[in-house]
């Protein structure tokens, strides 16, 4: 990264937690606390970066709007209720602020387009400033075709990018322009996307009227949540719905994991994994929270996309398809990339697209069940691909599978893949009791249920460890089992159930709050993670749902102490130093984090 836009605080690269979240709902951009966007892919999540310092290193691209340093950051936040985000630095008496933001919607329309809208001004007096644009596309770091006109046009093939300005500034890719930002006198640049299609050019001197409007978009989409303030911590969990939110592929209704590839599980180890891709798993924990707080349209979309995403290979489930719904791309190393602190390989596409994971078809059917629950009706499609899934599970519970983890090695008879097969079952036959179903089928399901639900009690519990297990016969623990007081398997209050919630809490603790999600370095692979925090949250709702409300509360306060200062989890983090470690932000953390508060609530 150009040593330019980088504070000397020791490393030479920005923590994961510094970065904050801009989005549109169809891609999004990553900046540091220095004002680069080091991480945006063009047109969508899971297309090719055209800043991509974050793994890249210069040579991939960043935009950068900040000061000349030094200058001291005085403060960070996203507007109320909002996705504006606001940086301010400070040089003796004067400041610097930065405000951006990417705008989704005009008048209630998708726009057809990115549109990216960044604004610097100035109060006390006049603050030297640095706009260094340098977009480069994908794994050769291609520079672009340039055109000159009332806009800097970019343009690679069919993909092209404009830069407006307020100012008459001399930019030109690549080459950074210093400029005094004065008081009375904003500099905003405005970037637009389009694939395809013609480019919009937007008046730098009128753009802040669309990022006021998208502002007030945003809040109409939150007024509508909890207003009777009945949901504890409710701007952390308002926070967390809006970034699942910006975590939506609008065009399609597809919840990416993750905006990021390959941020590590270990600074310089190689677990780096690409996350731009929807899990139906991920997806409908998401789509649960939404459900929880009364947000049904989200499910709507998700439910559709889904129809059409597993048409082709129904009834079995993938577990992860594109945006699109496609098939994901074969896993790739990107050469040369550096990636992020030296951690490599950087990684596209992702392999797991190819394994049986038992557990996705109970997340699923969850969903569903939530949905129905909630006084909705699945279409008659939909209830047809609904028992599709469950008739799979019926017939092939028994199978091992890759679980949860995705673990690359052979597949093992995972206690918690079994235990969401119970769970697909289940909800599959309470949709039933309001949907249409057979007698036959009615019958082959319940006894599915029964039988998978004896094979768990008598194979996955450990009764020397009072507590249930990785796998069949093993006596490694796993911390995906702390679901087991939420699926309804056994009573809440059964001696096993808290048995598990206890023995899970204690062996794979990370060090209070964290946990590992299983035994670490029992997974084939070289090298260390992080602790995994959705875990620590799916503990706080075992803990609220087995009457130990206050310890609940308690780890979840401690758990609100490590999020970033914008309110952003990523997917683990260090537990001896804090940092944050994984795709960033991570969809799966902000629906447990939600979760975890319903589940105070409904405690």
């Not at 609008?250 to 677990?271: C, D, H, N, Y």
């Not at 797991?352 to 699923?364: C, F, N, P, R, T």
């Amino acid at each position: 990264m150009k040593a330019a836009n980088r504070d000397p605080e020791g490393l030479d690269y920005p923590p994961i937690g510094d970065y904050g979240l801009l989005g549109d709902t169809r891609t999004a951009a990553l900046v540091s606390a220095d004002g680069a966007i080091d991480w945006f892919c063009a047109p969508s999540f899971d297309g090719e970066p055209v800043f991509g310092a974050l793994l890249g290193g210069a040579e991939a691209g960043t935009f950068l709007a900040g000061p000349v340093l030094p200058a001291r950051r005085v403060a960070r936040q996203y507007g109320h209720h909002s996705a504006t985000l606001e940086t301010v630095w400070s040089r003796g008496e004067s400041r610097l602020i930065l405000t951006e933001a990417m705008v989704a919607e005009v008048s209630g329309q998708l726009l057809p387009t990115t549109i990216l809208i960044r604004r610097l001004r100035a109060e006390g007096s006049p603050m030297p400033a640095i706009i260094d644009f340098d977009p480069r596309l994908g794994e050769t770091h291609r520079r672009p075709r340039v055109r000159h006109g009332r806009h800097l046009v970019c343009e690679w093939g069919p993909l092209a990018l404009s830069l407006g300005c307020s100012q008459e500034l001399q930019l030109e890719p690549g080459k950074p322009v210093f400029l005094t930002v004065t008081p009375g006198q904003p500099v905003t640049l405005v970037m637009a996307v389009a694939y395809g299609e013609p480019l919009i050019y937007v008046d730098p001197a009128t753009a802040w009227d669309l990022v006021e409007a998208d502002e007030l978009r945003w809040r109409d989409w939150m007024d509508g949540i909890d207003s009777g303030h009945t949901v504890p911590f409710r701007d952390a969990v308002l926070r967390s719905l809006l970034t699942l939110r910006l975590l939506t592929y609008s065009p399609s209704g597809a919840p990416v994991a993750a905006p990021t590839t390959s941020l590590p599980e270990a600074v310089g180890g190689v677990r780096n994994w690409d996350y731009r891709y929807a899990w139906p798993r991920d997806a409908s924990i998401g789509i649960g929270s939404f459900l929880g707080v009364g947000k049904s349209a989200e499910a709507v979309h998700f439910l559709g996309w889904l129809l059409h995403a597993s048409r082709l290979q129904r009834p079995r489930l993938p577990a992860l398809l594109t945006l699109a719904g496609g098939r994901a791309p074969q896993e790739r190393t990107l050469a040369d990339w550096p990636g992020y602190g030296g951690s490599t390989p950087v990684r596209t596409g992702n392999a797991a697209a190819g394994q049986h994971q038992l557990d996705g078809y109970g997340w699923v059917l969850d969903a569903a069940w939530l949905f129905v629950a909630s006084g909705q009706r699945l279409y008659s499609e939909t209830w047809r691909a609904m028992r599709g899934f469950a008739d799979l599970v019926a017939r092939h519970w028994r199978d091992p599978d890759a679980g949860i983890w995705e673990i690359r090695a052979d597949a093992s008879h995972h206690v918690h893949s079994k235990m969401m097969g119970w769970l697909t079952l289940d909800r599959a036959l309470r949709i039933a009791e309001t949907h249409h179903l057979r007698p036959s089928q009615r019958r082959q399901w319940e006894k599915a249920r029964d039988d998978v639900a004896e094979e768990i009690k008598s194979k996955g519990f450990d009764p020397i460890l009072n507590s249930y297990t990785r796998t069949f016969g093993s006596s490694d623990l796993d911390a995906a089992l702390l679901v087991l007081p939420v699926i309804g398997l056994e009573e809440r209050d059964s001696p096993r159930v808290k048995g598990t919630v206890d023995a899970v809490r204690k062996e794979l603790s990370a060090g209070y709050p964290f946990l590992y999600r299983y035994p670490p370095g029992r997974d084939g692979l070289p090298g260390t993670e992080g602790a995994f925090l959705p875990c620590s949250f799916w503990l706080v709702q075992a803990l609220a749902f087995t009457g130990r409300r206050s310890e609940a509360n308690e780890l979840f306060e401690a758990l609100l102490g490590v999020a970033n200062p914008l309110g952003l989890y990523s997917e683990e983090i260090d537990p001896a130093t804090g940092a944050m470690l994984g795709n960033f932000p991570q969809a799966l953390t902000h629906a447990a984090l939600v979760q975890a508060a319903l589940a105070l609530r409904d405690a």
